[in-house]
């Protein structure tokens, strides 16, 4: 077919919505699509309030040069912002091209299908109504065993007359979601579980930025426990953007804990100095929010009553996003965005080798301020927060 090519449409999801600010949202989505297509020798534009990629174009060149459109539809998808994308052929304005296509591709096909067309240019004819007739009667008569069925198709033959005529069959579901970067930074607890690195993909999602922290057990823990984080927190950076990775000694205040406190009360305590030590961290890294994997009631420390007490150290907002998740449900987004298989790998984190053999569910806020009382709160706090280490 000549001068065809394939073109990526990209269609973005709430931004739509941003009245005056929108203008800052389409920039920030548009400058990050290229970055993402620029190395598949690929640019991207805004025209007629969509976004395209497609091979660079040259003078002289019919813009026929080979790239891998569906290799980086695959990139783009994964982008937040995106709601989805069609691999579509790119036609001149012209009805004969158009044509000329659809025949060949009713002759490659099978099963019912419609002809579905939208013209932004209202000079182009024939219409809408009359591009579907016409051009699905030459598909019929192009192929005799294809059947018409407008309701529920096989197959949809989508026609968009824009600044050029773009054809396509099939949409790609995008990650959804805000552009990177457009609300500000929350800082992740981070651990080596199935929960974090989730929580912190959801939150990213929504146009936040994300630092991370991971307090380390060592030497109860090992270095593996340390590089499966490193490498969690590289399968979320494909996604959520750059992610500063920083560890936190977290060996005196667990053994200051176990020292000096009931048991039983152990694994609230060491959450609410996971929460005091981020905090410090977030608010070096400009980051106004910590956000947390945890789920209500899946263990004994995410009970209400020890949800309660670890925010009662927060001075800042904590955002769990899997609050109201199963852990099936958790475990299934997990493997939807790479990090399952990592979080599996069996190293212990630092909760479990200090794990209570009978945790208090119902923890009292004054009982559990009273057990601090014999630790050096301040003094740990600040040791951990000194202690902190940039891993990524
Ligand atoms: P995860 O799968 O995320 O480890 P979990 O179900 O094991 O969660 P907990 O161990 O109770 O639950 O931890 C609750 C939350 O506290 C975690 O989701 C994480 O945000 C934070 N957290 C726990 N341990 C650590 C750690 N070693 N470093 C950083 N954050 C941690
Ligand atoms: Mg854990």
Not at 110 to 123: L, N
Not at 200 to 217: E, N, P, T
Request: with cysteine; aromatic share 8%.
């Amino acid at each position: 077919m000549p001068n065809a090519r394939e073109t990526l449409l990209i269609r973005y999801g709430e931004i739509y919505l941003k009245g005056q600010n929108r203008p800052f949202f389409m920039n920030k989505m548009l400058g990050q699509v290229r970055e993402a297509v620029r190395p598949f020798g690929a640019e991207a534009w805004l025209s007629d309030g969509h976004i395209y990629a497609g091979p660079k174009r040259r003078e002289g060149d019919g813009g026929t040069a080979a790239w891998d459109a569906r290799a980086c539809a695959e990139r783009v998808k994964r982008m937040f912002g995106i709601h989805s994308l069609s691999v579509a052929t790119e036609l001149p304005k012209d009805f004969e091209a158009l044509a000329g296509f659809a025949r060949e591709t009713a002759r490659a096909r099978s099963g019912s299908f419609k002809v579905r067309a939208r013209r932004s240019d209202k000079r182009f004819q024939p219409d809408s109504q009359g591009i579907n007739r016409e051009i699905g009667r030459m598909m019929l008569e192009a192929n005799p065993s294809l059947r018409v069925d407008v309701n529920s198709p096989d197959w949809t033959f989508y026609v968009e007359v824009r600044d050029n005529m773009y054809v396509y069959i099939d949409s790609i579901k995008g990650a959804g979601g805000m552009p990177r970067g457009t609300n500000g930074k929350a800082c992740l607890l981070l651990s080596g579980g199935i929960d974090s690195p989730v929580a912190g993909y959801m939150v990213a999602k929504r146009g936040v930025s994300l630092c991370a922290v991971y307090f380390d057990g060592f030497p109860y823990t090992s270095e593996r426990a340390r590089e499966k984080v490193v490498s969690l927190a590289r399968i979320l950076v494909e996604s959520c953007g750059p992610i500063r990775l920083f560890s936190a000694p977290f060996t005196p205040v667990q053994e200051a804990i176990r020292g000096g406190c009931p048991e039983a009360l152990t694994t609230v305590l060491m959450r609410r100095f996971m929460v005091r030590i981020a905090q410090r961290v977030a608010r070096r890294e400009d980051a106004d929010a910590l956000v947390t994997g945890e789920s209500v009631g899946q263990v004994a420390s995410q009970t209400m009553a020890a949800l309660v007490c670890t925010d009662n150290v927060a001075s800042m907002p904590v955002f769990r996003p899997l609050i109201g998740m199963d852990k099936i449900e958790i475990i299934q987004k997990a493997e939807e965005i790479g990090t399952y298989g990592t979080s599996i790998l069996p190293y212990e984190d630092c909760c479990s080798v200090f794990t209570p053999k009978h945790p208090a569910t119902r923890p009292g806020l004054r009982v559990v301020e009273e057990a601090e009382r014999g630790l050096d709160v301040e003094a740990l706090v600040e040791a951990g927060f000194r202690g902190i280490e940039r891993l990524l």
